[in-house]
């Protein structure tokens, strides 16, 4: 069952309960009654399905309160030694990010969580060492806690569409990728990462059996395979190319001055036919020039480590 199914099933259990206690007053009885009537008409419930709840609301948000307050108590008690022991700790890792001694940074960031386990940004940082590692499961579930312990953590939602991405989970991504660009709308990289992924959503739809663990597409440094590559991977670019070509072929002796506007023909209807599309073979294009070094990130933008 869907966990907004569980939550209305919880929330008309409590509204019946608060029925049959008789504290209330006619009218507002009637609007309660509207209410759970409303609610299960909502959630296709049926009447009698939120009699079997066997966990009160009430219940789970006294629970609740109390964890917070715990945590809140714990919080208040980490001592200011502490916490600037795990800040130096966060710059060790920062530091072994940058030379990519991977493993020896998730190790200091490990230590910083120990020592203060309130600080988003340890998480986030430990997330992008996982990430560089392989470790896309490590890196979503240090990205959540992130995110739980700060909403409105943008390089957070970044990252956790990155790992997505790796897992090639693009429905995921993409409403990562999304959230980080309403929270930081100006953040270029954020923006190239959800056109990227909105690409990929649409041109690996029938992509799924390969493996994450498969080398990415664009390893090859070989522009001409890269090319051919793609134009088998987006039928629509072999389309428009095909076309194009068919074009220049029945111009006779004015086919070389056609030839030469191919190029930027290409791209005219390209961007006509699916912009995300050549947003995301621009990025494939400049990561396969790297001679001899796989993209680190297949294409996509991540930001550093946050000092």
Known sequence: MEDKKKVALLIVNHLKTQLSNGSFTDESLESMEVAVQCIESAYNLNPTESDSVDVKLEKLVKDYYKVKEHKENIKAEISQAHKDEAENYKKYGNDFMKVQDNDKAIDAYTISIKLNPFNPIYYCNRAAAFNAIGKYNNAIEDCQKAIELD?????????????????????????????????????????????????????????????????????????????????????????????????????????????????????????????????????????????????????????????
């Open 151 to 307: 909403p409105t953590y943008c390089k957070a939602y970044c990252r956790l569409g990155l790992a997505f991405s790796y897992l090639k989970d693009y429905h995921k991504a993409v409403s990562c990728y999304k959230k980080a660009c309403e929270l930081d709308p100006n953040n270029q990289g954020y923006q190239r990462n959800y056109q990227l992924t909105l690409n990929n959503l649409q041109t690996n739809s029938g992509a799924s059996s390969q493996s994450p663990n498969d080398p990415p597409i664009m390893a090859t440094p070989n522009l001409m395979e890269t090319a051919a590559r793609i134009m088998t991977d987006n039928p629509e670019v072999s389309s428009v190319i095909n076309n194009i070509l068919g074009d220049v072929t029945n111009s006779g002796s004015e086919g070389l001055d056609r030839l030469m506007q191919v190029g930027q023909t290409i791209v005219t209807r390209l961007q006509t036919a699916n912009p995300n599309l050549l947003d995301g073979l621009r990025m494939q294009f400049q990561n396969a020039q790297n001679e001899g070094q796989p993209p680190p990130h297949n294409g996509y933008h991540d930001d550093e480590p946050q000092p």
